[in-house]
């Protein structure tokens, strides 16, 4: 099983303006480690989330969206409001603006999350909002540390939204301490460059590799494809080619999770395993991925591909 938390949230998406000259809105479940559940789920994997979900109406949106794509919901429902991301969409690449106080995917605490995982869980995936600030964030921290230490596989995709990072240094020491803990590391150049800032991108990445003990590193570069690193293996994959590029919203985590999805198939959910591969086995990790997220940049907001639609792949 994979287990994921981290924020679910409705992502209020800007679409055409109508009459009146405003812009209309889609409301869309959504959320990085949400998605990367539902993507997951999708791919046929047995998967369950951990953060609670809002017991009002959007709250059901996102529940009902992850049980279609076959998730497990093992936290109970809270009656917190349901956070939102206001979502503008300019030539395809989104910009976010979150509200997030004292909602539901905040009230985690370590008792529930120990409560709640699931005993046949081999992956543990968190990141993106969840680690951000506050009480649930060092929560978050503590109990993935905690994960990797009664030999669970971590999986850790910091997906930076600086504008709601409010303590740099505190967020920063975070990200490291939970690099030190981690198995399967994914960011993206962007995410890369804020984390270690007025340095080449090849410095940069020098320098966050020798911070972090995972033994998968990727590192996604949009429309130029990405970087993977894998004890002395690296390889460089080319983006798969999107027809009719609609948005890239979620595609980074469809991404994660079909790297995940790869890994539990071929039974590599340990650091021993994992690190035994070859560099054919990783390019074909990374062609999923790759296929994967370019299906969902085909379609509005994110919509993960079914396993019928990977079956080639």
Not at 109 to 115: F, P
Not at 126 to 142: H, K, P, Y
């Amino acid at each position: 099983m994979i287990s994921v938390g981290g924020e679910n949230l409705i992502d209020l998406v800007s679409g055409d303006v109508g009459a009146d000259g405003l812009p209309n809105y889609t409301a869309n479940p959504g959320g990085s480690p949400f998605n990367v559940a539902m993507a997951a789920g999708r791919q046929g994997q047995d998967v369950a989330y951990l953060t609670p979900i809002s017991e009002d109406a959007l709250g059901k949106l996102l529940a009902d969206r992850l049980v279609q794509s076959h998730v497990k919901i093992v936290a109970p429902r809270v009656p917190h409001p349901t956070s939102l991301a206001v979502v503008s969409i300019a030539d395809g690449i989104p910009s976010y603006a979150f509200h997030r106080n004292d909602t539901a995917e905040r009230q985690v605490d370590m008792d529930s999350l120990q409560r709640d995982m699931p005993a046949p869980t081999r992956i543990f995936h968190v990141g993106s909002l969840a680690i951000i600030g506050g009480a649930d964030a060092e929560n978050w921290a503590t109990f993935f540390a905690d994960c990797q230490q009664r030999g669970l596989m971590t999986s850790l995709d910091p997906n930076v939204r600086p504008g709601l990072i409010t303590d740099r240094d505190g967020y920063v020491a975070r990200i490291k301490g939970m690099m030190r803990h981690v198995d399967i590391f994914k960011l993206s150049d962007e995410d890369l460059e804020w984390l270690y800032p007025d340095r080449s991108l090849e410095t940069a990445l020098a320098d966050c590799r020798a911070e972090c003990d995972a033994v998968l590193f990727i590192l996604t570069l949009g429309g130029a494809g990405s970087r993977a690193f894998l004890g002395g293996i690296e390889i460089q994959a080319d983006a798969s080619a999107v027809e009719n590029l609609v948005d890239t919203v979620g595609a980074g985590d469809t991404f994660m999770a079909s790297i995940l999805s790869w890994v539990i198939e071929n039974d590599l959910a340990s650091r021993d395993a994992l690190s035994s591969i070859n560099e054919d086995a990783l390019r074909a990790a990374m062609r999923r991925g790759s296929e994967a997220a370019a299906i969902n940049c085909g379609r509005s907001g994110c919509n993960p591909p079914w396993w019928d639609e990977l079956a080639s792949v």
